[in-house]
């Protein structure tokens, strides 16, 4: 089928390549509007291939929202924003995080299949691959790759790249200040400041803070416990019914970031500071909290340095390092009265057991849990790492990039308990974890990559490149691509690309079982999973530049997807022992394509369409079906209108998300598919008030119409240990207004 529509594609794209309508220059096309933002200004990009070149050049499918654009669309975070690109679904994991899915790819619980930058360094913890601190200010433009990039990055590049390009102090002249409120207690501030201070030398500082008590209209109807025994929590002693269920569902999130950057000829020195805090809305392995909610904390900072050297002859050779300090942890609920609970925390062969019922209600702990013990969990990460890289030209048709990457990291896990007295948590044991003798566990991972930008006369491009990566703790991993650009004129060109990409098993999938465990039960150790993908992008401008037209059509072939697999073995007994262990045991199939149209009735106002239409298939063993949460197709429609001399910009959004698939093997969901949704949101944006056009004020209303819907969390659902009724229900109509001064 895929064949078929490849060819008739490349069919169409030839076809409409012959017959375009000719380029004429017109009085308007002098005018500031929409037409030179949306169609002829094409934006400028630099994730694809570590190289500045302009979009519809570059060897990769990409979606780039600059800062006007993001304005218009009145996202407050990365989360917000990201629901509006074709192909792309902001879903909900068991923790409340937004977890980010690419074309159907996507983890249960984390955000380990996309590999998020802030120009240029990467994000993601070692841990699980996430990142939670999501704020926009100081945004130049958002670069989206769709689509692998292995073969630059290496590791979580396999569904996509998310890179945050920001203002740098040549974009900046003064300050900026930003301040917003809405429903449900968000508040939203930020201050952006930079300049160049003389030809030489520059700085940029951004500081962002977001709070939100979040929607309470999700309502955790019941939980793993409650409908079945979790073998897991049977090993910790916890049995039945433990929690308040039903009860509302938490959602607030607070994140602070500090950003700052100096700039002296051709070197750099930036530090960055991230403090994220967010309410977890259930919690897999553990009972729901109804009354408090568990609290899930990130304390990371990093330092980043670099240089480059232009030897005009030569070539360019830059190099860079960076030390990044992590720290993720969270607060286990406190389980209700009367639950037994215990463990072996001194090692003697006895548990260690108490009653909560027996000890007071008082916590100590700033009203953030109740009753009975509590549990908290510390993960520290260091990152050490340093990347070589060296562009040259040769004979004027290669542009060769070669680089080297070296990347160090530790992790350490920490497991506190704590049981209550009548006055506060005193401590009760400690556990230690990711190794049986130190608690620490080590990553080294070592890179060489190349890439060769081919032009072949002024309308082909060829890219030829791979990565190897080498990790000290699980193996090796190469990652090539292949890429043809042909450009028919300025606005028209045709891509046809091949690439695979992988993800590193994270640090708590490969160290959660030991590997006497794997031995004893016969499970293998885990490598990388892969994917290899296909695609196919036509885009080009119609009926006198006014009609952009953008189709895509792809293909994803997955192996090798790290997913939780039932073992056993016999012990000399003759007793059978069976656990779920983290295996390479999945597959999947994706194929789908992408349209994108957006047509300018005038250079004041323009309408736009996009439409993702998905087919994905996954396979754990032996079995097959739809890949669970994934709605088959998503549209995506609205309109901007400049009016008044561009001073006033209103824009509206609808979105429509299709059906999606339940579990099928899980006996509870009476309906094996979640519903389908129209949500619509609405800004206006007037712009350049008083003197110097120092002033800026927006208003967003979301779900305007107060749509009612669900949403399935994605972590539960895929869960095949527990059955679980659990659809989420999202927040209706909200509001949100901000005021900008720049001075």
């Not at 670099?306 to 992590?326: A, N, P, V």
């Not at 990711?434 to 190349?450: C, D």
Request: aromatic content about 12%; some cysteine; proline content about 3%.
């Amino acid at each position: 089928m895929l064949k078929k529509l490849f060819s008739l594609l490349v069919s169409v794209c030839l076809t409409i390549s012959v017959a375009r309508i000719p380029v004429w220059a017109t009085e308007g096309q002098e005018e500031e509007g929409l037409e030179e933002l949306l169609f002829t200004d094409i934006p400028v990009v630099v994730t694809s291939t570590l190289i500045e070149q302009s979009m519809s050049r570059a060897p990769s499918i990409m979606t780039v929202l600059r800062e006007d654009e993001i304005a218009l669309l009145g996202a407050k975070t990365l989360g917000e924003l990201l629901n509006y690109v074709v192909g792309v679904e902001v879903q909900h994991g068991t923790t409340m995080d937004n977890i980010v899915t690419m074309r159907a790819l996507r983890n249960d619980d984390d955000n380990g299949k996309v590999l998020f930058m802030v120009d240029g360094h990467t994000m993601n913890v070692p841990r699980n691959g996430n990142w939670h601190s999501w704020g926009l200010a100081g945004v130049k433009q958002v670069e989206i790759i769709r689509g692998p990039g292995s073969a630059i990055y290496g590791d979580h590049a396999m569904g996509g790249v998310v890179n945050i390009i920001t203002k740098k102090p040549a974009d900046l002249d003064g300050c900026e200040v930003t301040a917003g409120g809405g429903t449900n207690e968000t508040f939203h501030t930020s201050v952006v400041a930079g300049s160049q201070l003389n030809e030489d030398s520059g700085y940029r500082f951004i500081f962002e803070k977001f709070d939100t008590i979040g929607s309470r209209d999700s309502i955790i109807e019941n939980d793993r416990q409650r409908e079945y025994w979790d073998p897991r929590m049977i090993s910790h002693g916890l049995y039945g019914a433990q929690t308040n269920t039903p009860g509302p569902g938490w959602e607030g999130k607070f994140f602070q970031t500090a950003d700052i950057l100096f700039e002296h000829k051709n070197a750099y020195f930036r530090y960055r500071q991230e403090e994220t805090a967010f309410e977890m809305l259930t919690n897999q392995n553990r009972a729901y909290l109804t009354d408090h909610p568990s609290t899930y904390f990130d304390d990371n900072w990093s330092i980043e340095t670099g240089i480059s050297f232009d030897f005009e002859s030569w070539g360019k050779f830059s190099i860079k390092g960076w030390h990044d300090d992590l720290t993720q942890s969270y607060i286990d609920q406190s389980y209700v009265d009367g639950v037994r609970w215990g463990r072996d925390t001194d090692g003697d062969g006895v548990w260690d057991s108490f009653d909560t019922s027996t000890y007071s209600t008082s916590d100590g702990i700033d009203d953030i849990l109740q009753n009975g013990s509590r549990k908290d969990h510390s993960f520290f990460m260091v990152v050490d790492g340093a990347d070589i890289k060296y562009q040259t030209k040769l004979f004027n048709i290669h542009n060769i990039l070669l680089g080297w990457s070296f990347v160090e990291h530790t992790s350490r896990g920490t497991d506190r308990y704590y049981q209550s007295s009548s006055s506060a948590y005193t401590p009760w044991g400690d556990e230690y974890w990711h190794s049986a003798n130190s608690g620490e566990v080590m990553r080294i991972n070592r890179s060489f990559y190349f890439q060769d930008l081919i032009a072949l006369g002024d309308k082909m491009d060829v890219v030829l490149g791979g990565r190897h990566d080498e990790y000290t703790d699980f193996g090796n991993a190469f990652n090539p691509r292949f890429g043809v650009v042909y450009a028919f004129s300025d606005y028209t060109s045709l891509k046809v690309l091949y690439a695979t990409a992988f993800r590193a098993p994270t640090v708590v999938e490969k160290h959660n079982t030991s590997d006497s465990t794997r031995l004893r039960y016969g499970a293998p150790p885990l490598t990388a999973e892969e994917v290899e993908t296909t695609e196919v992008n036509f885009n080009t401008l119609l009926m006198n530049d006014k009609l952009m037209l953008n189709l895509t059509a792809f293909r994803n072939i997955m192996h090798g997807l790290i997913t939780g697999t039932t073992y056993s073995y016999v012990s000399s007994s003759g007793t059978t022992w069976f656990t779920t262990i983290d295996a390479n045991s999945g597959r999947a199939k994706v194929q789908g394509t992408e349209l994108e149209m957006k047509y300018l009735l005038s250079t004041n106002f323009s309408v736009y369409m996009s439409h993702a239409w998905l087919d994905a298939e996954e396979k754990n063993m032996g079995v097959k079906y739809k890949i669970y949460d994934q709605p088959v197709s998503k549209t995506h429609v609205g309109f901007n209108w400049n009016m008044f001399e561009n001073r006033v910009n209103w824009g509206c959004n609808a979105y429509h998300a299709t059906e999606r698939p339940r579990p099928t093997d899980h006996p509870l969901y009476k309906i094996k598919k979640a519903e389908a949704f129209t949500l619509v949101d609405t800004t206006i944006l007037f712009k350049n008030f008083l003197p110097n056009n120092a002033l800026d004020i927006s208003f967003t209303v979301r779900n305007l119409f107060n749509e009612g819907y669900e949403v399935t969390n994605i972590g539960m659902a895929r869960s095949r240990m527990v059955p679980t009724v659990f659809d989420v229900s999202r927040p209706g109509r909200s509001y949100f207004a901000k005021a900008t001064v720049r001075f």
